[in-house]
């Protein structure tokens, strides 16, 4: 396939869109400090999203705990979170 089925890039876009919002008012919090910058924590974070996704429709034998932490985990780091006493918080 050459092309993408129409409206395919649009709604990819728009989910794109939706983090970088959403990045940019919890930068504005000073919840995240944006090590990576604005565009590429929010390229980041759509692979995180979308490698999550397929990992967890694929893999019926995961646990979502763990999945789940470990998401929100690589979320909080490639947007540099500032404080957090997240409990699902995966070790090393």
Same mark, same amino acid.
Request: proline letters at 2%; zero cysteines; hydrophobic letters at 40%.
């Given at each position: 396939? *050459?092309?993408?089925? *129409? ?8 989910? @794109? ?21 604005? *565009?590429?924590?929010? *390229? ?8 999550? #996704? ?6 019926? $034998? ?6 789940? #932490? #470990?998401? @929100?985990?690589?979320? #909080? ?5 500032? $404080? ?9």
């Amino acid at each position: 396939m *050459e092309q993408n089925p *129409e409206g395919l890039s649009a709604i990819y876009h728009l989910y @794109r869109d939706d983090i970088s919002r959403s990045l940019t008012a919890l930068r504005q919090l000073n919840i995240i400090t944006l090590p990576f910058g604005l *565009e590429t924590t929010t *390229e980041m974070h759509m692979q995180i999203l979308l490698g999550a #996704a397929y990992q967890m429709a694929s893999d019926k $034998d995961l646990s979502v705990t763990v999945a789940t #932490a #470990a998401l @929100r985990q690589s979320l #909080a780091l490639t947007a540099g979170l500032v $404080d957090s006493d997240d409990e699902n918080r995966v070790e090393a």
